[in-house]
């Protein structure tokens, strides 16, 4: 069964030829136009994939080896995201499976990120744990067997990824902010700094990281830093840096562990672009090896969003005969069910 992939949701035009759920190819498109205004500009980012859609998907079919009259079905993000974005993808993979007269799948942006650790060769298994960490989402999802999963807690406010997106604009690091963060913060020192912690209630598996990006504010109003005004001292900036991401990925540590021991999983997964922080997989690795689970986290490709993993799922979806209408709409603020 030979399905393709495609993901417009944000600020990457992706498609993916997965073939018995083995990915064939995966060709992102990186949309630049939006580095100069600090953050992703929906208009810009819905006239990008227009342009762009065209070409991803004949380069993903090329690089599968396929032709369009291979494929057996079609999925395309249908949420969350930006509407004008997701209209985009979504309409193109609907028009091309009516064209072909093979079944169509939505596929929800999150379960995509869910399932992008079955794109290596080592596949957890179930049950497992799953920590969701992107620009838009901040989640731990209980995955008990496929299709059938709880969400155990999320994000209050700030997503993690918009939390290092926030700061690197307040530092004059530009976007996307993760990177930046990561590599400037291996050269300082984490414990300079002591941003607050917010774990909530005790119980909670909710995340809230707009107070950290607050104090990151507060600190430099205080200290009468202005990185508009001048470079901050390059020693000053990496503590800062490594600071910050201290105070994340150690909210998002804690709580993995709390739920990996309450719930007595074997494996623990990390997806999403966060799940590329090498300050978050090397303190999960160290528990992972101590506390005796397994860590799963994608290649750098299926971090970032990608048509591999929406095709994945496509791919879960139409084995089991369930697809979508032709009258699917795209819905922005689509949850995970
Ligand atoms: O999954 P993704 O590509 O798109 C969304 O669905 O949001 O995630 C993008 C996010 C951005 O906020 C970016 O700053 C963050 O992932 N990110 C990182 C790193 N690489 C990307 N955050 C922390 N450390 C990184 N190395
Ligand atoms: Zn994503």
Redesign the pocket.
């Known amino acids: 069964m030979v399905v393709l992939g495609i993901e417009t949701?944000?600020d990457?035009t992706s498609a993916a030829v997965v073939a018995d759920g083995v990915v064939k190819s995966n060709v992102i498109s990186s949309q630049l136009v939006h580095r100069k205004y600090g953050g992703v500009v929906p208009e810009l980012a819905s006239r990008a994939h227009q342009r762009l859609i065209i070409q991803v998907v004949e380069e993903a079919l090329a690089r599968g080896a396929a032709q369009k009259e291979d494929l057996s079905g079609i999925a395309a993000t249908y949420g969350p995201g930006l509407a004008g974005a997701l209209l985009v993808g979504l309409n193109f993979g609907k028009a091309l499976a009516y064209a072909l007269h093979i079944p169509f799948a939505g596929i929800n942006?999150i379960e995509g990120?869910l399932y992008s650790n079955f794109l290596g060769e080592e596949k957890p298994s179930y049950p497992f744990l799953s920590l969701i960490?992107?620009?838009?989402?901040t989640m731990l999802v209980h995955v008990e067997s496929e299709f059938q999963h709880r969400v155990l807690g999320q994000t209050r406010d700030d997503?993690?990824?918009?939390a290092?997106?926030k700061v690197?604009k307040m530092l004059g690091l530009g976007?996307?902010?993760?990177?930046a963060?990561?590599g400037q913060g291996s050269q300082g020192d984490p414990r300079a700094i002591r941003f607050p912690r917010s774990f909530l209630e005790e119980d909670s598996y909710d995340f809230s990281f707009s107070g950290v990006k607050t104090a990151v504010l507060y600190y430099l109003r205080e200290k009468k830093l202005d990185p508009k005004a001048g470079a901050l001292d390059p020693a000053r900036l990496a503590d800062i840096c490594a600071s910050f991401?201290a105070s994340v990925v150690d909210v998002l540590v804690a709580k993995t562990m709390r739920a990996t021991r309450e719930l007595n999983v074997r494996d623990v997964c990390i997806a999403?672009?966060?799940s590329?922080?090498?300050e978050?997989r090397r303190r999960l690795g160290d528990e992972a090896r101590v506390g005796g689970f397994r860590l799963f986290h994608p290649t750098l490709e299926y971090?970032?969003?990608n048509g591999a993993m929406i095709a994945y799922v496509g791919w879960l979806r139409l084995r089991r005969g369930i697809g979508s209408g032709m009258d699917l709409a795209a819905v922005p603020n689509l949850e995970l069910a």
């Open positions: 949701s944000c990457e942006h990120h960490v992107s620009g838009g989402h997503a993690a990824g918009e290092f997106d690197s976007y996307p902010g993760g990177p963060i990561d991401q999403g672009g966060v590329a922080n090498s978050l971090c970032m969003d």
